[in-house]
């Protein structure tokens, strides 16, 4: 009995995970046009827990409450607009898929570009330095010395290989 007991304690540990994502299936929405509305909203929002899903596309728990949220005020009668308003008011504007161009947002817009700029000029840089010491590492080199790398690494008089 008493080697049986951590068995069905594990057995017990193991159900607990299927039964607390058991839930209540989710209510369908009343009017087909809230619906519609609501989702046209919330795939312009992302979702505060994912951050790569949309808020219609997110099982959060987070997400449900916003599309909730969202309904409620479809039904007050406030415009798309503003909903996305009280939704940037509360979680700014990194909750907007495509934020707006301002102060704020800039890195947000032009980050990614920047970037590639300092990529590309610190690849130049490097680049044209070690061409440079290449050449002076040439050009201080005897001619015999020349000779002899280039019969080691089978090239011909002109430095290619043949």
Same mark, same amino acid.
């Given at each position: 009995?008493?080697? @049986?007991?951590?068995?069905?304690?594990?057995?017990?540990?193991? !159900? !607990?995970?299927?039964?607390?994502?058991?839930?209540?299936?989710?209510?369908?929405?009343?009017?087909? +046009? =809230?619906?519609?509305?609501? +989702?046209?909203?919330?795939?312009?929002?992302?979702?505060? =827990?994912?951050?790569?899903? #949309?808020? #219609?596309?997110?099982?959060? %728990?987070?997400?449900? %409450?916003?599309?909730?949220? @969202?309904?409620?005020?479809?039904?007050?009668?406030?415009? %798309?607009?503003? @909903?996305?308003?009280?939704?940037?008011?509360? &979680?700014?504007?990194?909750?907007?898929?495509?934020?707006?161009?301002?102060?704020?947002?800039?890195? !947000?817009?032009?980050?990614?570009?920047?970037?590639?700029?300092?990529?590309? =000029? +610190?690849? =130049?840089? &490097?680049?044209?330095?070690?061409?440079?010491?290449?050449?002076?590492?040439?050009?201080?080199?005897?001619?015999?010395?020349?000779?002899? @790398?280039?019969?080691?690494?089978?090239?011909?008089?002109?430095?290619?290989?043949?």
């Amino acid at each position: 009995m008493k080697r @049986i007991l951590p068995f069905a304690f594990l057995a017990l540990l193991a !159900l !607990l995970p299927g039964a607390a994502s058991a839930r209540e299936a989710a209510p369908t929405a009343q009017d087909v +046009v =809230v619906e519609k509305r609501m +989702v046209a909203i919330s795939e312009e929002l992302r979702c505060l =827990v994912c951050q790569n899903e #949309s808020l #219609s596309g997110s099982q959060a %728990d987070l997400a449900k %409450d916003l599309r909730r949220e @969202i309904r409620e005020q479809i039904q007050e009668g406030r415009s %798309d607009q503003e @909903i996305l308003d009280f939704m940037v008011g509360r &979680y700014g504007d990194f909750v907007r898929y495509r934020p707006p161009l301002k102060g704020t947002t800039l890195m !947000l817009w032009f980050g990614p570009f920047a970037l590639l700029l300092v990529g590309v =000029v +610190v690849l =130049v840089t &490097y680049l044209r330095r070690r061409n440079r010491r290449v050449a002076e590492t040439r050009a201080a080199l005897s001619p015999e010395e020349q000779q002899k @790398i280039d019969a080691l690494l089978g090239r011909n008089d002109a430095g290619q290989k043949p």
